[in-house]
Each structure stands twice: as C-alpha cells, then as structure tokens.
C-alpha cells in the first residue's frame, strides 16, 4: 500500500526559531499533498494544498509567510514553520493523494508533534 | 460553507454494537471517507461511501444516504482497541482534498 513518512516525528524548538517538517511519500509518486494541524481534542484543519512544482495554496486565516511549503518533487514536501511560538504548538500532519481503485485515495503521514517553548 | 456535524463523544461495553451518525451540508460531494484516529496518531482508512447504500468491512460498516446527507459508521463486537476518534470526511470533488468532520471520541469499557 502507499506509504506516506514524515520527519522529524516530533520536534521541541525554542520561541523565534524556524522548524521544517518533510512529508516524502515512499512508494508513489504524488503530485498533490496536504497539510493539517491538529489541536489537542480538535478535529484537523486543512493549512494549505502542494502541489508540485506549483505555490501552495493556503486556507482562509493560515499565514502563507509563516508557513512556508515547497513541494519540489513528486515524493517531497516540506512545511517550514517560520518564527515559531508558543501558539503553534501542534500535531502538523501530512497526506499524499493517490489514485486507488479508480479514485483519489488520501494516506496520510504519522505526523509531527511540535512544542514550542 | 461546509458542515459536517457527528457527536463528540459516545460511550459503549466490549462487545456491543455502536452507531456513529455524521451529517453534512456540502457544497459539492464526490464521496465520504470514515476515519480512526487513535490519540496521538495519524488517521487511518476505515471505509468510502460514494453510492447509497451500505458497505461491509468486517466489524465495520458503513452506510450513506446522499439525499438525506447522512452517512453512519457501525461498528460491531467491540473491542478496547475500538477506543478512538472517528471521522467523517467529505470529498467535496474529485480533485479536493477532504473536509473533516470534528470527529466522535468513542470510549470502549470492559
């Protein structure tokens, strides 16, 4: 099946500092990923799309230049989180889509865990 | 804006059945996707709905009715392991990405 991996698995950094997130998928190629962010007891929230290749388009309300996302490849996406504080502390999750049975399947990625301090 | 409502919380005892009901108002529907997520954890794959109808996956199963927009998740002989988040999710077109549900905290007890 696909496999979506992201790095690093969890990550504590220091208010002010920059931290990226590498969401690869393994076994596919995908043109189209995804970001979410996930506060405890919360459902996820879409941040932004990636497309290869292409700028991401962000959601209503997520600051493109704080969250910064290069799809370079077909296998790798990354999510930059600018400045960092203690308000982004949260589960930042990524999915990779993927034709499956003749229809786009989503497989997500085991997520990353950031604590900013 | 897209709504898609479930419960926040259910409770069950092993080996029960359980009925997790989502509804939705959409702009677009190209198919629902049920969701486990166990805390801490990604989402993982429990089943898609794309035509009315029930479908069957083991302990799990299914069920969509696109002109009432409701779909429900049954889950049968529970297990502890069953404790989780369950989502609903939306594919609003087959080129969109899902929107999810704030999903249904299920606590299993013995």
């Known amino acids: 099946g696909a496999v979506v991996s992201q790095h690093p698995s969890w990550v504590i950094c220091k208010s002010g500092t920059s931290v990226k997130i590498e969401c690869r998928s393994l076994d596919f190629q995908a043109t189209t990923m995804f970001w979410y962010r996930q506060f405890p007891k919360q459902s996820l929230m879409l941040m932004a799309t990636s497309n290869e290749g292409s700028k991401a388009t962000y959601e209503q309300g997520v600051e493109k230049d704080k969250f910064l996302i290069n799809h370079a490849s077909l296998t790798l996406s990354t999510l930059t989180v600018t400045s960092a504080h203690p308000e982004d502390s949260s589960f930042y999750i990524c999915?990779?889509?993927?034709?499956?049975?003749?229809?786009?399947?989503?497989?997500f990625g085991p997520g990353t865990r950031l604590t900013v301090t | 804006g897209q709504n898609i409502d479930q419960p926040t919380e259910m409770t069950a005892t092993e080996g029960a059945i359980v009925q997790i009901n989502c509804t939705y108002q959409?702009?677009?529907?190209?198919?629902l996707f049920w969701y486990q997520q166990h805390a801490g954890e990604a989402p993982t794959f429990l089943s898609y709905?794309?035509?009315?109808g029930l479908e069957e996956k083991g302990r799990f199963s299914s069920f969509l009715s696109r002109s009432k927009g409701y779909s429900y998740l049954l889950l049968k002989e529970l297990q502890m392991k069953d404790s989780a988040s369950y989502l609903c999710?939306?594919?609003?077109?087959?080129?969109?990405?899902?929107?999810f549900g704030k999903g249904t905290m299920l606590l299993v007890s013995p």
């Open positions: 959409t702009s677009g529907f190209n198919g």
């Open positions: 999915s990779a889509r993927a034709m499956s049975g003749g229809r786009y399947e989503q497989y």
């Open positions: 999710a939306v594919s609003l077109s087959g080129y969109s990405t899902l929107t």
């Open positions: 709905n794309v035509l009315d």
